[in-house]
């Protein structure tokens, strides 16, 4: 199973987000599940690198898990492009199962 954890501030703000595991879906290669979070979770990061002036941290390893960070210059492309994560990760949610994907909120 995959567990997304999006953070938001006190003024309900997303400053960041962890996504580990796999789906489980399908073997490993054809878990359409695990591509379609892949996918979102990089271009939206990619978003905000090329599009924004956000300063920002994240890490990627080997076995898939991404973690992302705000560190300065929240702005509202940044905050648009990680609402469009939490409603690609919760539609997915949805459609396939809390079996194979969970998304949590969490205020810090």
Partial sequence: MIKAI????????????DIKGHAG???SGKDIICAAVST??????????TNTD?????????????????TSN????????LSTLALGLDDLSKTYGKK???VHYKEV
């Fill in 25 to 27: 879906y399908a073997e």
């Fill in 40 to 49: 979102l979770a990089i271009t939206i990061v990619n978003s905000i690198e």
């Fill in 6 to 17: 999006l953070y938001l501030n006190q003024d309900a703000k997303y400053i960041g987000f």
């Fill in 74 to 81: 929240y702005d509202d492309k940044a905050q648009l492009l």
């Fill in 54 to 70: 956000v300063q920002f941290e994240e890490d990627m390893d080997e076995n898939g898990s991404i973690s992302f960070k705000i």
């Fill in 100 to 102: 194979y994907l969970k």
